[in-house]
């Protein structure tokens, strides 16, 4: 049912976690981008109180839970948006009893002509560990070449629309400690030339969980968090340019964002008792 244009979320077997996926600001379309109905997103306008449409990210028929047991059911829980709109980055995970877990990585556009994100690049990400978080580059100035060896699934586009590659990046961490740097390249299929996402960095800086990332307003730096330090590392370039680390023993990094507009030279990290802002310049 909906209150008022708002769908009421459903996430299956994480009924601790209403929205997993947290509220994304979409910002050309002064919307927010939030779970919907089982393994959808919905774009909802709070303005006025419109969902503007759902996307859905799993493509698989929803099966009701019996009175015995709640059937699970792949569940959204990372998404991410560039500042245009146009490209879509999503998470899905799902655990079934007895079997190991499967988490995917999705890239869509979307798409002018019909009015919807449309699969773009389809990612298996469940040997990695599990995706901790999901984040696009702010800005598109300037973006490193080459491209490791990694293949992708390029779904179905729009033949009639052209999609060119961006040039933001995406970020993913894991609870392994690995972290990875994604860009679009054009490449050559049988249906002529088409964009995919691919594994342009992957990096493995310490045996910890990563709690999460956060990209300066420009684009240049990516700050990743784990419990007791903070690593900077340039976007272009790959290097780590510094360590911070938590003045408190007992404390640990709940969450990491840098400040927009001019205030981009300030990390700002948060505990569980202290907000802690440092000066990156």
């Known amino acids: 049912f909906a209150i008022g244009g708002l769908l009421k979320v459903f996430t299956g077997a994480m009924q601790d976690k209403r929205l997993p996926a947290g509220l994304v600001v979409h910002h050309s379309r002064s919307a927010l981008l939030l779970n919907g109905a089982s393994g959808m997103l919905q774009i909802y306008n709070p303005f006025a109180d419109k969902a503007f449409f759902d996307v859905d990210i799993v493509c698989a028929n929803y099966v009701a839970p019996s009175l015995e047991k709640i059937v699970p059911f792949p569940v959204v829980n990372h998404v991410a948006l560039t500042d245009d709109g146009l490209w879509l980055a999503t998470v899905e995970y799902w655990q079934r009893p007895g079997f190991s877990a499967e ?3 999705k890239f869509w556009h979307f798409s002018q002509t019909a009015g919807q994100f449309k699969p773009v690049s389809h990612v298996d990400e469940s040997q990695s560990g599990r995706i901790t978080s999901l984040h696009f580059q702010p800005s598109a100035d300037q973006l ?4 490791d060896s990694e293949q992708m699934d390029v779904d179905d586009c729009d033949a009639k629309e052209q999609i060119e ?12 400690g690995i972290f990875k740097c994604w860009a679009s390249t054009a490449i050559n299929t049988t249906q002529g030339k088409r964009v995919a996402w691919k594994c342009w960095s992957s990096t493995h800086h310490r045996p910890t969980p990563i709690v999460g990332t956060a990209f300066t307003a420009d684009g240049s730096l990516l700050a990743v968090a784990y419990e007791k330090l903070i690593t900077l590392w340039d976007v272009d370039t790959g290097e780590l340019r510094s360590t911070l ?4 023993a007992e404390e640990t990094v ?9 205030s981009t030279r300030y990390l700002l990290v948060a505990t569980g008792q202290y907000l802690i802002c440092w000066d990156v310049v």
Do not use: K
Request: hydrophobic share 45%.
């Open 245 to 248: 680390v938590v003045p408190y």
């Open 144 to 147: 490193a070449t080459g491209f």
């Open 103 to 105: 988490q995917s990585l």
């Open 165 to 176: 590659p961006t040039g933001v990046v995406c970020a993913t961490s894991y609870d392994t």
């Open 254 to 262: 709940r969450l990491v964002a840098f400040g927009s507009m001019a």
